[in-house]
Nanobody, 116 residues
């Protein structure tokens, strides 16, 4: 039922910036906790940044101070502003509800590649 569409990924040089966007549908967006996740081959999918229905944010240690998550309830979207990108940030990035993540329901994601 939940539908998410991620966009904004691409190729960027180390130190550069990208802004990812996610449009959600099929849910009452305002009541869901949302997050950005990423996955690299050989590694567990990890929560990069989360934002609760009330707007409280949290970040993984590896991205704190560099990434900012936000939500626009009127548009049912979340965004991830990524600054000072590092090669180790290279991954497929996914947005999801917290409940969707626990159920293993994922969209197509968007590829972020940080390389010189």
């Amino acid at each position: 039922q939940v539908q998410v569409v991620e966009s904004g990924g691409g190729l960027v040089q180390p130190g550069g910036s990208l802004r990812l966007s996610c449009k959600a549908s099929g849910i009452i967006f305002t009541i869901y906790h949302m997050g950005w996740y990423r996955q690299t081959p050989g590694k567990e999918r990890e929560l990069v940044a989360g934002i609760t229905a009330g707007g409280s944010t949290s970040y993984g240690d590896s991205v704190k101070g560099r990434f900012t998550i936000s939500r626009d309830n009127a548009k049912s979207t979340i965004s991830l502003q990524m600054n000072s990108l590092k090669p180790e940030d290279t991954a497929v990035y996914y947005c999801n509800t917290f409940s969707g993540a626990t159920k293993g329901a994922w969209g197509q994601g968007t590829q972020v590649t940080v390389s010189s």
